[in-house]
């Protein structure tokens, strides 16, 4: 009964004084230990009433010293003050490689009076195809190619979606780039993904031609590779005519030269062309009056080219073992 009136009032300053009270109450040879064992020499009629008391001392007891540690733990938190001196070493971010790429080339053209416009990822068909002058049976509309989301909507298969929306809300002239998340229902490979990222070029203006896009692409190749000889050679989109596909010429000049080229000397780098005037009439832009060229290009295959990377999936792991080794690139 005493001890009823003794265990509420206990208290103890530090854990270690919490310790000792609990050793000396519950512990193997504790008070409240002793009582539980003295409990088969209680006589018969009296029992009941002494397990209840026995019970409710330990658990008040069991509280009590929980709390004391507690408030022990808690004093000793609050009295530590921090060390404003301390020196502190952050661990910075770095650059993901394709940003740090895609940075350079928007830097690239923006000296050349290009503006940076975006578009959503999820297209409807008339600006990922239809204004974009593919015929209904293109094979890029197929099922193997793009994520489709129901009759009208697609995640886009390219930044050219982008050229389609400025131009239908802006008056040339026009020039601007669109750098942005592009989707292809295509197998992951060390090569390939269907995530990516492209920028795409546009200039609409009076009396633009195919000469000024060399002369662009030129300008973007010894800027950005250091490079100062490009090809441009014949291809096919549904949205330029003529169209080209420009390769940026390596010179064989030692083995990782040999290797990004796989030998022949020339680097593809980027789909471009005029304008079609279609394309051009669908976004309303007078075809008589205007002419334009358009370029476009895959980021993480430049940045694998850039940063000698040779497996694309890297870049979309977000692994910091590997996104580290970026620290020092601005
Ligand atoms: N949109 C094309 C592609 O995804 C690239 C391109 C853009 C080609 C602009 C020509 C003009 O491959």
């Not at 029992?47 to 209840?52: C, L, M, V, Y």
């Not at 993901?96 to 503006?115: Q, T, W």
């Amino acid at each position: 009964k005493s001890l009823l009136e003794e265990i509420p009032n206990l208290s103890a300053k530090t854990a270690e004084e919490a310790e000792a009270l609990r050793i000396k109450y519950l512990g193997k040879k504790g008070e409240i230990t002793a009582l539980f064992s003295s409990f088969k020499e209680v006589a018969n009629e009296d029992k009941k009433e002494f397990g209840k008391i026995l019970n409710i001392l330990k658990n008040q007891a069991t509280e009590k010293i929980k709390e004391l540690k507690e408030g022990a733990a808690n004093q000793k938190a609050s009295g530590e003050k921090p060390d404003l001196t301390r020196p502190v070493f952050p661990q910075l971010g770095s650059r993901h490689p394709v940003s740090i790429v895609k940075n350079e080339i928007i830097e690239i053209f923006s000296y050349l009076g290009f503006s940076i416009s975006e578009g959503p990822e999820i297209e409807d068909d008339w600006h990922n195809f239809t204004a974009l002058n593919f015929p209904e049976e293109h094979p890029a509309r197929d099922m193997q190619d793009t994520f489709f989301l129901d009759e009208e909507h697609a995640l886009r298969t390219h930044t050219s979606s982008v050229q389609v929306r400025v131009m239908e809300s802006e008056k040339p002239p026009i020039r601007t780039i669109s750098p942005g998340r592009v989707y292809r229902n295509e197998a992951i490979s060390a090569r390939s993904h269907c995530v990516f990222h492209q920028i795409e070029g546009l200039y609409i203006d009076e009396g633009v031609s195919f000469a000024d896009l060399k002369q662009t692409l030129l300008y973007f190749a010894k800027e950005f590779f250091g490079k100062t000889k490009i090809r441009l050679r014949p291809s096919y989109f549904p949205f330029t005519e003529p169209s080209a596909e420009m390769d940026v010429y390596w010179g064989l000049e030692n083995e990782i030269d040999y290797r990004i080229t796989k030998g022949t000397g020339w680097l593809e780098v980027l789909g471009c062309g005029m304008v079609d005037p279609n394309v051009l009439e669908n976004a309303k832009i007078d075809s008589e009056k205007y002419t334009g060229f358009a370029f476009g290009m895959g980021i993480e295959r430049i940045a694998m080219q850039r940063f000698g990377i040779n497996d694309i999936r890297t870049l979309f792991e977000n692994d910091l073992r590997f996104l580290n080794q970026f620290q020092s690139t601005l």
